[in-house]
C-alpha cells in the first residue's frame, strides 16, 4: 500500500479531527487511566480485523491486557526486566518479521519507566522503535500516562511521533485534543473536541464548555508529581527524604540497588548487609546520568565496605575514595541521540559484524551527548566542576590519568589510539584551564614548586601518546 495512505480507524470522529490516521502514523494516547486507551483502541482493533489487516499486539506490561486472545490478532510477549538492549531489539526484529502495512497495539510506556526506573530509557525505547514502525508505513498506538514522566521525556516522544492525543473524562464526557498532529491541517485540528455521541466529536467553540474543559485540566494536574527532573532523581529525592524521616523500607533498598548497583541475587545479598543508605546516595551523588554503575565499580565499592567494616583501624591507613560513576543509560542515550542505533543492531548480525563496524565506529566518534546529560551531568565539558569537588590536583590526575598509566597507547581497552589521542586533548586543555584558575594558583602555592613541577611531569608524561 503507498505510504501515507488514509486508513480506517473504525471512529468516524477521528477522520473529522484528524483528517484520517494515515499508514506511516505513530499515535500517542497521553491519557489518565488505560480505560481511556482502551475506549479508542477496540473500534480500532475490530476495524482492522474486518479489514483483514496483519495485526499485533506487543505485550510487555504488568497491567491487566489491553486485548485479549481473539481471531485476527497475533500476541507478542516481551519481558522489559531482561534489559533495555535485550527488550528493543527482540520488539525490533519482531517488526522487521511482520514486515509492511501492520498494525500494532502496545502497552503502556509508562510501564517501562517501571521497569527501568527512568523516564530517560522509555523515551529512548520509543526514539528507535518508532522511527523504524514509520519506516516500515505501519501504524501503531501506544499509551502514555499523565503526569507520570519529565517534561523532557514527554518533549522527546512529542518530538519523535507523528500524531500525540490527549484524552481528559469527566463522568460520562470524553475530551480528546490534539497537541501534535503532522502533516495535516484543519481550522480546528488543534482545538479540544468533545464527544457528542459514540465515535462523534465536536470542537469547543464557546466560553463555557471551554472554560470546563479546561477547569478539568486543571483540577487534573493539581495531584500531579514533579515533573521537572527524571523519575530516577525523583525516587532518590524521595529516599533521601524517607530515610531522614526515619521510614526507609527494604523495598526501597532493593529498587535503589537494582536500578543503580547490580540484579545480581549473590551481590545483592551482601549489598544489603554491608551497605547503608549513606552509601547508596553517596554513589548516586557522584553518579553522571542514570543505570547501573557497573559490576566491577559495584564489587570495588562492596569491597572497600567489607574491609571497612571487618578491619579495626582501617580509616587510618585508607585513602579516601573519590571516584564518579557513569550510570549506563548514558551509553545507550549517547547512541540513541546520535542516530545509531539501527547500526549497532546490523552490526551485532552475524551478516553485518563486519560491514557495518567501520560505520558504527565513525558515529560514536563523530558523535555528541545530548544537552540534557551535558547540562545535568558535566561529562567532559564540566571536567573543571568536577575538579572543584575532588581532594586538590594530585586526585584529579588520578581521576583523568590513570588508565593511560596502566598502558601504553589507551585509555581503555576499547579505544583506538587515535581517539585516545582527541581524548586527552580535550583533557589536557580542561586541565591548562584548570591552572590558570585563581582558586588554582593559590592550591598550588601552598603545596610548593616541587609538587607543581612533579604533576606537570606526570602530565606531559601521560599526553605523550
Known amino acids: ?40 483502541v477496540m473500534p480500532f482493533v475490530r476495524q ?77 525505547f520509543f526514539c528507535v522503535t518508532c522511527p523504524y514502525l514509520f519506516k516500515l508505513d505501519t501504524v501503531a498506538f501506544f499509551p502514555l500516562i499523565r503526569g507520570k514522566h519529565s517534561f523532557e521525556a514527554v518533549a522527546r516522544i512529542r518530538e519523535t511521533t507523528q500524531l500525540l492525543l490527549d484524552v481528559y473524562s469527566d463522568r460520562d464526557v470524553r475530551y480528546l485534543h490534539p497537541p501534535k498532529v503532522w502533516n495535516r491541517y484543519s481550522t480546528t485540528m488543534f482545538l479540544p473536541h468533545c464527544a457528542k455521541q459514540e465515535g462523534v466529536f465536536e470542537p469547543l467553540t464557546d466560553a463555557v464548555a471551554t472554560s470546563r474543559y479546561y477547569s478539568l485540566i486543571q483540577a487534573a494536574s493539581a495531584y500531579r508529581q514533579d515533573q521537572s527532573c527524571d523519575s530516577h532523581d525523583r525516587f532518590f529525592s524521595r529516599a533521601k527524604r524517607d530515610f531522614e524521616n526515619g521510614t526507609f523500607t527494604d523495598e526501597t533498598e532493593d529498587m ?53 567494616k571487618t578491619l579495626d583501624g582501617y580509616h587510618m591507613h585508607s585513602e579516601q575514595h573519590d571516584s564518579f560513576y557513569i550510570g549506563s543509560d548514558v551509553f545507550y542515550t549517547y547512541i540513541v541521540s546520535n542516530g545509531s542505533w539501527e547500526t549497532r543492531i546490523r552490526q551485532k548480525t ?10 558504527l565506529k565513525q558515529r560514536l ?6 544537552n540534557n546529560i551535558r547540562e545535568h551531568s558535566g561529562i567532559c565539558w564540566n571536567i573543571s566542576d568536577r575538579i572543584r569537588l575532588l581532594s586538590g590536583p594530585p586526585a584529579c590526575l588520578r581521576m583523568a590519568l590513570a588508565m593511560p598509566l596502566q598502558g601504553n597507547t589507551s585509555l581503555c581497552s576499547a579505544q583506538t589510539a587515535e581517539n585516545c589521542r582527541n581524548v586527552c586533548r580535550l583533557l589536557k586543555m580542561q586541565f591548562a584551564r584548570y591552572m590558570r584558575a585563581p582558586w588554582t594558583r593559590r592550591h598550588w602555592n601552598t603545596e610548593g614548586r616541587e609538587g607543581s613541577q612533579r604533576a606537570m611531569s606526570r602530565w606531559r608524561y601521560c599526553t605523550c601518546i
Not at 6 to 19: E, F, R
Not at 20 to 36: A, F, H, K, M, P
Not at 61 to 74: F, N, S
Not at 365 to 370: A, I, Q, S, V
Request: hydrophobic share 40%.
Open 48 to 124: 482492522a480485523i474486518r479489514d483483514g489487516r496483519n495485526l499485533i499486539y506487543i505485550r510487555f506490561a504488568q497491567h491487566p491486557p489491553i486485548l485479549e486472545e481473539m481471531d485476527g490478532l497475533k500476541i507478542y510477549h516481551f519481558n522489559p526486566d531482561e534489559g533495555f538492549e535485550t527488550f528493543t531489539v527482540a520488539i525490533h526484529n519482531v517488526i522487521a518479521q511482520e514486515g509492511y502495512d501492520a498494525f500494532y497495539v502496545f502497552d503502556s510506556l509508562s510501564e517501562l519507566q517501571s521497569a527501568w526506573y527512568t523516564d530517560l530509557m522509555m523515551g529512548n
Open 256 to 308: 535503589i540497588i537494582e536500578s543503580t548497583m547490580t540484579r545480581d541475587p549473590k551481590m545483592h545479598t551482601l549489598l544489603k548487609q554491608y551497605f547503608e543508605p549513606q552509601d547508596y546516595f553517596a554513589v548516586r551523588d557522584r553518579m553522571i546520568g542514570s543505570g547501573a554503575v557497573g559490576g566491577k565499580a559495584c564489587g570495588m565499592l562492596l569491597a572497600r565496605k567489607i574491609v571497612e
Open 1 to 40: 500500500m503507498a505510504a501515507f495512505e488514509k486508513i480506517n480507524s473504525g471512529m468516524a470522529g477521528l477522520y473529522q479531527i484528524l483528517d484520517y490516521i494515515r499508514l506511516g502514523d505513530n499515535v500517542v494516547w497521553q491519557v489518565t487511566d488505560l480505560s481511556e486507551y482502551r475506549h479508542f
Open 350 to 359: 552475524q551478516e553485518g559484524y563486519l560491514t557495518a563496524a567501520d560505520e
Open 365 to 370: 566518534l563523530d558523535g555528541t551527548f545530548p
